[in-house]
C-alpha cells in the first residue's frame, strides 16, 4: 500500500521530469549522435531557455528542429513531453502556434519532435514515453540503455512503474544504475518486498552505498528515531518515510562522528550541502526575503516533502544540460515554483487555491502571480 502511495505520487512527479552538452564557455563533445549541440545558435537559445526566456529560445529551436539539428529536435521534444512547456508564454499562443513549435509537421497533425527524432537518435527514443510489451508489462531494459546513454535519472521513473507493477526482479535490475538516488529505491523494494538471500543482500548494499556515500544517507540516519515536530512533517513527507523506515535502528556507516540529534534546525543543517535545497533556497530567499526559512519548509510541504524534490527539478536532458548548471538556472525556478502551485489545484480553481494552505504571504503571492489560465 505504501508503495502504491509514493508511486502515485512520484509518478505525477516524475512524468515531467527527468534528468552533458555545455553552455557557452564550456567545452565538451556532444554526445555521440546528437549532433547540433555545439551549434551557436543552439547555445544561445539553450542559454535563453535556461535564463527563463521562452520567446527567445523556443523559436530557434523549433526553427532548428526544422532544420534539422538533432539536439534541437530532442530537448524540444523532452521539453513538450515532460510539461516543461507549461509556461504563461506558450499558454499565450493559439493552439495551431503550439503544434507548430513543438511538433515535425506532417501534412497532417503533427509529429512530437521526440517521436520524430528517435528515428535517427537512440537516446530519443529511449526517453520517450515507456512502452509496455505484448503483456502490458513494463521492464527495465529501456532504463538501462539510457543509463548507458548518460541519462541515468531517467532510471528512477521505470523504477517507479517496475515497483508499482510488482515486477521486483526488474527493478532489482536496475540496482547497478548508481545514480538511482543512492539505490535507495532498490534497497527499499527489497527490504520490504522479498524474502531472499539476493534481495536482503541488495538490501545491505544500498544502505551501506547511500548512507557511507551521500550527504542524505546522514540525514535519514539521524531521523530514524522520529523526532514528533509538526515542521519536520512539512520537510519528511512520505516518500521520506520509507528511508526512514530502511534506516530505524541502524547507525551511519563510514562517518565519523553521529549526525546531530535535534529537530528541524539539525535537520536544516544537513540539508545546507544539498543543491536540491539550495535552489529551494534562493527561490525563497528572491520572493521572501527574511521569512525565507518559513518559505522554504513551507515548499517541502507542498512537494510533500524533500525526497521528491529531486526529481521535480532534475535537468530535462543531462546529456545537454548537467544537473549543476540546471540547478543554478532561474529555469529551474521556473520550474520549482509550477509544480508547487499545481499543489494547491491553482490552475483549476485560483480563487480557493490557497485556501487552508496558512502559507506565508510572499510564497502565497508569488504562487498566484503564477498560475496560468487554462
Not at 555545439?38 to 542559454?47: H, K, V
Amino acid at each position: 500500500m505504501l508503495g502504491k502511495l509514493i508511486g502515485t505520487a512520484i509518478l505525477a512527479l516524475a512524468a515531467a521530469t527527468a534528468g552533458s552538452a555545455c553552455l557557452a564557455g564550456e567545452s565538451a563533445a556532444p554526445p555521440a549522435g546528437l549532433e547540433g549541440a555545439d551549434a551557436p545558435a543552439f547555445q544561445t537559445a539553450l542559454e535563453h531557455w535556461l535564463e527563463g526566456d521562452d520567446a527567445q529560445s523556443l523559436p530557434v529551436l523549433s526553427q532548428l528542429a526544422n532544420d534539422g539539428n538533432l539536439a534541437a529536435q530532442v530537448l524540444l521534444g523532452i521539453i513538450y513531453d515532460r510539461t516543461l512547456s507549461r509556461t504563461p508564454w506558450v499558454a499565450g499562443l493559439s493552439r495551431s502556434e503550439q503544434r507548430a513549435l513543438f511538433r515535425y509537421d506532417d501534412g497532417a497533425f503533427g509529429v512530437p519532435w521526440l517521436r520524430y527524432a528517435a528515428e535517427h537518435v537512440e537516446v530519443a527514443d529511449v526517453l520517450g514515453p515507456p512502452v509496455p510489451d505484448e503483456n502490458g508489462r513494463f521492464n527495465a531494459d529501456a532504463a538501462l540503455r539510457a543509463a548507458a546513454l548518460g541519462e541515468p535519472r531517467s532510471s528512477v521513473y521505470m523504477l517507479v512503474i517496475l515497483m508499482n507493477q510488482g515486477d521486483w526482479a526488474e527493478a532489482m535490475r536496475l540496482g547497478d544504475v548508481a545514480e538511482i538516488y543512492d539505490l535507495q529505491g532498490v534497497a527499499w523494494a527489497a527490504a520490504t518486498y522479498l524474502e531472499s538471500d539476493d534481495a536482503f543482500a541488495l538490501r545491505e548494499r544500498g544502505l551501506a552505498e547511500f548512507q557511507a556515500r551521500t550527504m542524505q544517507g546522514w540525514i535519514f540516519a539521524s531521523m530514524a528515531n522520529r523526532i514528533d515536530d509538526p515542521e519536520m512533517d512539512r520537510i519528511l513527507g512520505p516518500f521520506d518515510e520509507m528511508r526512514i523506515y530502511i534506516t530505524r535502528g541502524r547507525p551511519p556507516l563510514d562517518t565519523a562522528e553521529p549526525p546531530p540529534a535535534g529537530g528541524v534546525e539539525a535537520l536544516d543543517a544537513l540539508l545546507a550541502d544539498a543543491p536540491e535545497a539550495e535552489l529551494v533556497r534562493r527561490y525563497c530567499g528572491r520572493i521572501c526575503g527574511s521569512e525565507a526559512a518559513q518559505c522554504t519548509r513551507q515548499i517541502y510541504g507542498l512537494l510533500s516533502g524533500y525526497g521528491t524534490l529531486p526529481y521535480v527539478v532534475s535537468s530535462p536532458l543531462e546529456t545537454l544540460v548537467p544537473q549543476d548548471v540546471y540547478l543554478a538556472s532561474h529555469r529551474a525556478e521556473l520550474v520549482l515554483e509550477q509544480y508547487a502551485l499545481h499543489t494547491t489545484y491553482a490552475a483549476n480553481d485560483p480563487q480557493a487555491a490557497f485556501d487552508g494552505l496558512e502559507l506565508t504571504q510572499c510564497l502565497a503571492d508569488a504562487l498566484r502571480s503564477a498560475i496560468i489560465p487554462r
